[in-house]
């Protein structure tokens, strides 16, 4: 059951280096302007780098992540979460939530966690259109649209989706 809390708590997701910063200013704007709170993670133990030099610092770790806390998780991409696309703890972390009934998104280069995780196995997915190899050699169903919802887990190819794949994250909440 989620208190009025949950429903507005929102954990993105930010890689330690190289983060899509366009996609998270995006995103947190979004999340912002619909009164939710967001909480930033990371394995970073300080700050978190984007990709154009910006500076974030998350509000929690990886081992300090309960998914009951949160309505949602939200997966930042860029280069820099392509070094997680085989993190086993991240991995245990969005099957957590999906577990737990919460929505899993990401975007960009992101989605391939997600796979990889297994969380795409029975859903149409999209990604960055470079990465929609990791996607096929994986057995996923690759579509090319800007934004997919599919059973609770929400793929997007990128910045330029950005604001409506944060909208579609706000829709599946309520």
């Known amino acids: 059951m989620q208190n009025r809390f949950t429903k507005n708590s929102i954990l993105i997701f930010l890689a330690a280096n190289n983060f899509s910063e366009e996609e998270y200013l995006i995103v947190k704007q979004v999340f912002l302007k619909a009164n939710k709170k967001i909480f930033i993670t990371s394995d970073s133990n300080s700050v978190c780098s ?15 992540i309960n998914e009951m806390n949160f309505t949602a998780i939200v997966l930042i991409g860029g280069k820099g979460s392509k070094d997680y696309w085989d993190n086993e703890t991240l991995w245990r972390i969005v099957k957590n939530f999906n577990a737990s009934g919460k929505i899993v998104a990401a975007i960009c280069s992101a989605p391939i966690i997600l796979a990889r995780a297994g969380l795409l196995s029975k859903v149409s997915a999209t990604c960055w259109t470079e990465d929609k190899i990791e ?18 887990v929400i793929t997007s190819d990128g910045p330029r989706s950005a604001e409506q794949f944060a909208e579609t994250v706000l829709n599946m909440i309520k």
């Open 135 to 152: 996607l096929i050699k994986l057995g996923i169903k690759y579509n090319d649209r800007s934004v997919i919802a599919e059973k609770g």
């Open 50 to 64: 984007g990709d154009n030099g910006m500076k974030v610092k998350a509000d929690t770790e990886f081992l300090n």
